[in-house]
């Protein structure tokens, strides 16, 4: 075979392949490690890997000793620093080639994608069997409260004594309290007609909301992809999501003693070759939601989509449950990132039809 075919080969490979000479510079990446770097391989051959990445340490003195001992070895889950700072995990095996000359043969199985899915399948599957659980529980209560109601509508006629009608209206007003609390406990119950909408309404309906709420006390950052095509979603739905994650936000600067000025951005952008549910969109719609505030608690980071779970004091903990399962009706996902001084939630919504992977 020539050495066009070889290079053809490796060309066609998922996985990224670099080879590095005895000084740790790069002659030959194929065309999945351009992708993996966002270079072409003219912009990196010749540069040293600690250009082209590195970890959290130097790697040169590992990659000196597999050539001095002709070992070869593996990483898993090695978190590697890019040339533009972005930031991967990977698995990479490293493999000496001894012969007319040595090199170094690098094969990088990026690791991001299936970690995500991974933590994508885990967070649905735990959150069905909450809301299965939360379902079965509603109903267990609404059923008694019912009782108790109607019992109260009939003591309050029997009764001639206004201040004793007075404790018979508290009975039923806690009643229909409790029985509110639980619906908002079940979220949306049937499936809703979606039609074709513009994303930038919704956000710019909600944006004024939360502008008037906060009488300007918190600078609102508008980002927005006004080329992003029509959705096919609930307006009223959409909304209720996108405003309980600002007003989320806006809360989260408010009870930052830390933040001094406060700043929400919403930004829009159309991500491309996303997977959701086992799917694989061709394109969806991403909102990002970034606040300064003091970020999530640690203790709540695993659970903070469970019902009853909030990081404030006066919050139900039911919004961002109703938030997720709303927009899970819209084949999507919810996400979030969160450090102090930075929490960002992230909405994915698919714009196109979906195909299994």
Same mark, same amino acid.
Do not use: W
């Given at each position: 075979m020539s050495l066009n075919i070889y290079q053809r080969l490796l060309d066609n490979q998922s996985t990224s392949v670099l080879l590095l000479n005895t000084k740790l510079c790069?002659?030959?990446?194929?065309?999945? *490690?351009?992708?993996?770097?966002?270079?072409?391989?003219?912009?990196?051959?010749?540069?040293? /890997?600690?250009?082209?990445?590195?970890?959290?340490?130097? /790697?040169?003195?590992?990659?000196?000793? *597999?050539?001095?001992?002709?070992?070869? %070895?593996?990483?898993?889950?090695?978190?590697?620093?890019?040339?533009?700072?972005?930031?991967?995990?990977?698995? %990479?095996?490293?493999?000496?080639?001894?012969?007319?000359?040595? %090199?170094?043969i690098i094969e990088i199985f990026p690791l991001d994608r299936w970690l995500r899915i991974s933590r994508e399948e885990s967070l649905q599957g735990q959150q069905e069997a909450s809301r299965l659980l939360i379902r079965g529980l509603a109903h267990e209560i609404k059923n008694p409260l019912g009782g108790i109601r109607g019992?109260?509508?009939?003591?309050?006629?029997?009764?001639?004594?206004?201040?004793?009608?007075?404790?018979?209206?508290?009975?039923?007003?806690?009643a229909d309290r409790l029985r509110n609390l639980v619906d908002q406990m079940l979220g949306p119950i049937r499936k809703t007609n979606f039609c074709a909408l513009n994303i930038h309404e919704v956000l710019e309906h909600v944006t004024q909301l939360v502008d008037s709420e906060c009488e300007g006390s918190v600078e609102i950052i508008r980002d927005y992809d006004p080329s992003i095509p029509e959705i096919l979603g609930n307006k009223e739905q959409l $909304?209720?999501?996108?405003?309980?994650?600002?007003?989320? *936000?806006?809360?989260?600067?408010?009870?930052?003693?830390?933040?001094t000025s406060g700043k929400?951005?919403?930004?829009?952008?159309?991500?491309?070759?996303?997977?959701?549910?086992?799917?694989? %969109?061709?394109?969806?719609?991403?909102?990002?939601?970034?606040?300064?505030?003091?970020? $999530?608690? *640690?203790?709540?980071?695993?659970t903070i989509f469970y019902p009853m779970v909030s990081g404030s004091a006066d919050g139900t903990g039911l919004g961002l449950t109703i938030a997720q399962h709303i927009i899970n009706q819209h084949q999507g996902l919810i996400q979030y990132q969160s450090r102090p001084g930075k929490t960002c939630f992230t909405v994915f919504i698919p714009l196109k039809a979906a195909k299994s992977i």
């Open positions: 790069v002659e030959y990446m194929n065309s999945a *490690a351009e992708a993996l770097f966002a270079s072409s391989g003219s912009r990196l051959l010749g540069q040293s /890997i600690e250009l082209v990445f590195t970890e959290t340490h130097p /790697i040169s003195d590992e990659l000196k000793e *597999a050539l001095s001992s002709g070992n070869a %070895y593996t990483k898993r889950e090695a978190q590697l620093i890019l040339h533009n700072n972005g930031h991967l995990t990977v698995d %990479y095996t490293v493999t000496p080639i001894n012969g007319e000359k040595t %090199y170094l019992a109260a509508q009939l003591l309050a006629r029997e009764l001639n004594d206004t201040q004793q009608t007075d404790y018979t209206n508290i009975i039923i007003a806690e $909304i209720q999501t996108f405003l309980n994650l600002m007003r989320n *936000a806006l809360r989260a600067i408010k009870e930052s003693p830390q933040t929400i951005c919403i930004a829009s952008r159309a991500a491309r070759q996303i997977t959701l549910a086992n799917r694989r %969109y061709r394109m969806v719609c991403r909102v990002d939601i970034t606040d300064n505030g003091a970020g $999530i608690p *640690a203790e709540l980071k695993d």
